[in-house]
């Protein structure tokens, strides 16, 4: 088969690669009707997180199972699932505590590689949630968005301690921030404050339930929530970048006894301990696990309360990659949606 494959900084392909095959009798095999690129393929793609051999690329996926190992007993062909980007078995003490993102058996799909028409899911009983019918084409990117980017931003709010009547500030623009402010509203958040420059982002978190945007950063942008906020701060802030600056700006906006939820892949974060210790604010975060979210997430979708596939703003066939990569890197799409 064809897939995604970063070869070094700026140079993705698609080209010929290994298909998949069942290698442990617990994995699945699944065809992608489309799989897509996360704003965390850009840090290799960027070569910020150094490539040192051909790496196929992708960790966001949904399909029709195809094959089943030996082990599976509960996920059966012909079944539409939707997973995350950890692999988890569901049933070990972290799992069960819901961290199923730190599993003792977590694997990660970017060893695997979904930007590709076929994958194999490890663990696959664990890892596959299955929705209740054959969802009709125009869901699929919303099942899609459940897969990362939304269960992301769902552990985010979460992590954030989104209450209802809260305000929630949002640092971060890309699809995990705008889906934070769709997850803050569905958690009842009164006021949703969505920290963006870029118009068309603005209007996308007004449309998920934004009721202000603050369009300037770092200091100017603290300043600008503290102003909103009687000078207290955000009750709960989403951070979805993963800079020294987003970090920073998301601690310095939430109120002393408020809670910071982060999510952004953190590249160079250092936390300044008497800052910190003064801040008085809650901090947590990580890799989400989103397996613990899907089920709920899965249903908003399928009975159309939520429509989070709308950060997909250009799909384009997976031949055109490239191009895809290309788009998200300067920040003319959102995120793309590829159609092997
Ligand atoms: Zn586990």
Redesign the pocket.
């Known amino acids: 088969m064809k897939g995604a494959v970063l070869y070094g900084p700026r140079d993705i392909r698609y080209v010929e690669r290994e298909g998949p095959t069942i290698i442990e009798p617990t994995d699945a095999i699944i065809r992608l009707p489309a799989t897509c690129i996360c704003g965390s393929d850009l840090w290799p793609y960027r070569g910020i997180d150094p490539v040192t051999q051909p790496t196929p690329m992708g960790h966001e996926y949904v399909g029709i199972v195809e094959e089943v190992g030996s082990a599976v007993k509960n996920i059966k062909p012909g079944q539409f699932v939707v997973g995350s980007f950890f692999a988890?078995?569901?049933?070990?003490p972290?799992?069960q505590a819901g961290y199923?993102s730190r599993?003792?058996?977590a694997q990660v799909m970017t060893s695997i590689g979904t930007q590709a028409p076929l994958a194999r899911i490890p663990l696959a009983d664990?890892t596959l949630v299955a929705t209740p019918d054959l969802p009709s084409d125009d869901l699929i990117p919303s099942l899609l968005a459940t897969s990362d980017v939304l269960g992301t931003a769902w552990f985010a709010a979460d992590a954030a301690h989104v209450q209802p009547g809260a305000t929630v500030a949002v640092v971060g623009d890309g699809a995990v921030g705008l889906l934070g402010v769709l997850a803050a509203k569905q958690m009842g958040a009164e006021r949703i404050i969505a920290m963006s420059r870029h118009a068309p982002r603005q209007q996308l978190a007004r449309e998920f339930g934004a009721t202000d945007i603050v369009s300037e950063r770092g200091d100017e942008g603290v300043a600008r929530i503290k102003d909103l906020t009687d000078g207290l701060g955000a009750h709960s802030v989403i951070e979805a970048v993963g800079t020294q600056e987003s970090m920073l700006q998301a601690i310095r906006a939430t109120r002393p006894g408020g809670y910071v939820g982060y999510v952004g892949v953190s590249h160079g974060v250092q936390l300044p301990g008497e800052e910190l210790f003064f801040a008085e604010v809650h901090l947590f975060g990580g890799p989400a696990p989103v397996r613990r979210f899907l089920p709920h997430l899965i249903n908003l979708v399928c009975n159309r309360t939520i429509d989070p596939g709308k950060v997909f703003d250009l799909t384009l066939p997976l031949a055109q990659v490239a191009e895809g990569y290309r788009a998200m890197d300067e920040r003319r799409a959102i995120k793309v949606l590829l159609r092997p």
Do not use: E
């Not at 988890?88 to 070990?92: E, H, I, K, L, P």
């Open positions: 988890s078995d569901n049933t070990c972290i799992c199923q599993c003792v058996r664990g």
